[in-house]
């Protein structure tokens, strides 16, 4: 049945806006969600348009019957409307001019998603007549300016009535629902002005747009990239001034060297069978290895300062990474608990991220993190593999899991520093590219990918200096 709605003091009522459908009269002033010029007049959508759904196509006929078609009208599904309001004819399927079943949806008419997660959203007029799927409604208007609704469909005041009659677990709005929408409906004159100074503003507005997506996205991930380049610039030498009087990396790497081979002489470690050795000559490194010398130029992301000299993790912690313990958890408290990856994946240790397990003290003993340990995950995402953070606590607190790895550096070496260099950029990649499998089964770097980590080592001193820069600067950040 058709609606008239009346404004003002009429049918016996005070000043209100009122409907009549057939011999009913309603008072409807509840409903109207602004005031309108004198000039203008609320309807119903389906008050000045035709509207309906078209029609679906399993996946097996649209293949056998309507795919790879010369000719026909082009067939529209949801996802050929895009979200910029563009429509893709080109998908490879055709309706037959003569399939009189199917529904049509003139040229110049518009087509919107009721159905779904982009339901409301995907809005676009036709440039063809064309068929379209059961879950788009098509608007043929009369007496109004089509390109009028068009922006009227857009607006928040529509968007949001939309949103609000929304029903389903998939969500969406039933075409009988959008008909009684409301619709506020200028004198045509005034509609085509509107149309065209929005025709005008919009290349504006959607310019502001990207610019402004542009600033969002250059907000959210400023902070991480700035975070980014103080790691990489502490790691290479460039974030704190080289001292003349600090003693060289390499003699500080020799006597870490001595100290291994009297641990291991004390049999307290095993022997490294093949310990490397890295020299630089003429800025060019090169790798010695049981006695053999390769260049490993290709290996090396920069040079470094005179003072500083690489290495490979292994030869500066005291025994090599190695896997924690992952027994069932239980759901009462015990003596032992076991770390879960979320106490490590902010890069800082979180304590209160662990499952008890119930295993005896002569099963955990060796799987005790220590004070100053570094907990490096070998197993996670490929954007999070290899995530390091410091444990400062008690000893025989916590045990660790089967998907970290724990080492402990020489004291000759800052740990601080040695987990700066870990979470710094050329080492994430190094981890994230060496890391084996998909990300279904979530990829997994192993203890010699690990051990073979490639260490810009500066002096002691030079190390002090570094992580108190970063650990200032980074505050600084953090009140960004």
């Known amino acids: 049945k058709s609606s008239e709605i009346f404004r003002g003091a009429t049918h016996n009522l005070p000043y209100a806006y009122c409907e009549q459908i057939g011999k009913e009269i309603r008072d409807i002033s509840d409903e109207i969600p602004f005031d309108i010029p004198d000039s203008w007049e609320w309807f119903r959508l389906s008050f000045a348009n035709d509207m309906y759904t078209g029609n679906s196509i399993n996946e097996s006929e649209k293949k056998t019957k309507y795919t790879g078609l010369s000719e026909g009208r082009y067939y529209i599904g949801t996802k050929d409307v895009e979200f910029d309001h563009t429509i893709v004819y080109e998908n490879g399927v055709k309706i037959p001019f003569g399939a009189d079943k199917f529904k049509i949806a003139p040229c110049s008419s518009i087509l919107m998603c009721i159905e779904g997660g982009s339901a409301g959203r995907k809005i676009a007029f036709t440039d063809y007549e064309v068929c379209f799927g059961n879950k788009l409604c098509c608007f043929v208007s009369y007496g109004i300016d089509y390109k009028f609704l068009y ?56 310019e502001y747009d990207e610019v402004e997506t542009k600033l969002s996205t250059l907000n959210t991930t400023f902070l991480e990239a700035l975070k980014k380049s103080i790691l990489q610039e502490a790691v290479q030498g460039k974030l704190v001034p080289q001292n003349p009087d600090d003693e060289p990396a390499s003699v500080l790497l020799e006597r870490i060297r001595a100290e ?106 060796k799987y005790w993190v220590r004070n100053g340990d570094i907990l490096i995950q070998r197993s996670n995402s490929r954007e999070l593999v290899g995530t390091s953070c410091i444990y400062y606590g008690n000893e025989k607190s916590f045990i660790y899991p089967d998907l970290m790895m724990r080492i402990h550096s020489f004291d000759e070496v800052s740990i601080e520093y040695i987990d700066y260099v870990l979470k710094s950029p050329f080492v994430r990649k190094y981890y994230s590219q060496s890391a084996s ?28 200096r570094i992580v108190s820069q970063i650990e200032e600067l980074m505050q600084y950040c953090e009140k960004m």
């Not at 800025?283 to 920069?302: L, M, N, Q, S, W």
């Not at 499998?437 to 002691?460: D, E, F, H, W």
Request: aromatic content about 6%; hydrophobic content about 35%.
């Open 260 to 365: 291994k081979q009297a641990l291991v002489k004390a049999g307290k470690i095993k022997k490294d069978k093949h310990e490397s050795v890295i020299v630089t000559r003429d800025k060019i490194p090169y790798e010695i290895i049981d006695g053999k010398e390769r260049c490993i130029a290709d290996e090396v992301p920069f040079e470094l300062p005179e003072s500083w000299c690489w290495c490979r993790l292994i030869d500066i912690i005291i025994d090599k990474p190695s896997n924690g313990l992952s027994p069932k958890g239980v759901d009462y408290e015990t003596g032992v608990k076991n770390l879960t990856l979320t106490a490590t994946t902010s890069g800082v240790f979180k304590a209160d991220a662990f499952k008890y397990v119930d295993i005896s003290n002569d099963e955990a003993e």
């Open 437 to 464: 499998g998909t990300s279904a089964s979530m990829p997994k770097i192993n203890q010699q990918t690990v051990s073979q980590t490639l260490i810009p080592l500066p002096p002691k001193k030079e190390q002090e």
């Open 151 to 206: 922006y009227y469909l857009q607006s928040p005041i529509f968007q949001s009535a939309f949103k609000e009659n929304t029903t389903g677990i998939i969500g969406g709005v039933s075409v009988n629902t959008l008909k009684s929408m409301l619709l506020p409906v200028p004198p045509i004159g005034e509609q085509k002005r509107i149309v065209d100074r929005l025709s005008s503003l919009i290349p504006f507005l959607d």
